[in-house]
């Protein structure tokens, strides 16, 4: 199986493709980019046809390969992640990567979030580290290497509070206050997403570093010789202009359902924190922190939801 894991580089931790040394293993950070670019690629072949054979090629299927070192912020956005990808239409080309994985993951002397992945190496004081046992793929890997399993080996955790980014943690416990309240900023609260408009760059780095965010668009393209045809997958960012530009007819520029950059920035926030209560019962948000850290005009989104749900309650009050 082929390993990969987080190393650093120019300050910046970004997954690479291939372990090296064994001592690399425990040297792990969080990345730039989350792990689901291992089964949602920035770029992917779809499909391929050719003109004259009539053939059709679907993507290859996926080879096994491990991901070590994983955050459990990380691996509790991939459990998410699974969610999603499964409606309302099953993502083949998601699951053909993701059912090939196992997924270890790594943390200090306390869990931050309820376990994922299937296998996670918690550090003990003495600078061991206990093996827990997530999964039966988790399980069955480490049998067939040999290791030794116990019965304590099979833990499960309480979930314990985020050391980042608390207020949001607090706020994600109540997924129904947060749709409830940043449905109402819109109209109720507009001159935050005025100011927000003012702020962001359109660069839509946020939603990349995200673990969660999973837009896409698709592009065919053509050979020279006109024979074959390709599809290809793209990441895409409902904060871009372009994202929800549509024809406009014959002479016409074409209309965009998001034109500003307040109508974008809005749809983001709302996509996780409405649509993602009424999809799912929760908030597509694991308070990895990246939007915050990365972002270059630096929105912080703890603030901006805190700045909401306070306004909000204000108003709720004054309305009893």
């Known amino acids: 199986m082929k390993q990969v ?11 690479l493709s291939q372990l090296g040394e064994k001592a690399q293993l425990f040297d792990v950070r969080e ?54 990808m499964q409606k309302p239409v099953k993502d083949n080309f998601y699951f053909n990567k993701r059912d090939k994985s196992i997924l270890i993951g790594l943390t200090g002397k306390e869990f931050g979030v309820a376990p994922g992945g299937d296998i996670i190496l918690r550090r003990l004081e003495s600078d061991e580290y206990e093996v827990v046992v997530v999964t039966k793929k988790g399980e069955k890997l480490l049998k067939n290497l040999d290791f ?15 050391k980042t980014m608390v207020e949001l943690h607090e706020l994600l416990s109540d997924p129904e206050l947060l749709h409830d309240a940043v ?37 065919d393209s053509v050979d020279l010789s006109g024979d074959e ?14 994202f929800a530009k549509v024809s406009g007819g014959v002479g016409r520029p074409g209309h965009s359902f998001h034109n500003g950059v307040k109508e974008r920035y809005y749809n983001w926030f709302y996509h996780k924190f409405v649509r993602g209560y009424l999809e799912f019962g929760k908030s597509q948000c694991v308070t990895c ?17 805190v700045d909401i749900v306070k306004k909000y309650k204000k108003i709720k009050r004054t309305q009893e």
Do not use: M
């Open 5 to 15: 894991k987080t190393l650093k580089e120019k300050q910046l931790n970004v997954f």
């Open 31 to 84: 990345s730039v980019l989350p792990p689901k670019r291992y089964f949602f690629p920035s770029q992917e072949i779809t499909f391929t046809f050719n003109k004259k054979s009539k053939e059709v090629k679907t993507a290859k299927t996926s080879k096994n390969f491990i991901l070590f070192g994983i955050s459990l912020k990380d691996l509790e956005a991939i459990t998410y992640l699974d969610e999603i």
């Open 148 to 162: 030794p399993l116990k019965e304590k080996d099979r833990v499960e955790y309480e979930i314990s509070k985020s």
């Open 183 to 219: 449905k109402w900023s819109w109209q109720g609260y507009s001159k935050i997403w005025d100011r927000l408009a003012g702020e962001c760059l359109n660069c839509g780095i946020c939603t990349y570093v995200c673990p969660l965010c999973h837009c896409f668009s698709v592009e």
């Open 229 to 242: 045809c390709r599809r290809c997958r793209k990441w895409d960012a409902c904060t871009l202009p372009e």
């Open 289 to 305: 922190g990246r939007c915050k850290k990365y972002c270059p005009a630096k929105i912080d989104i703890e603030e901006v939801l």
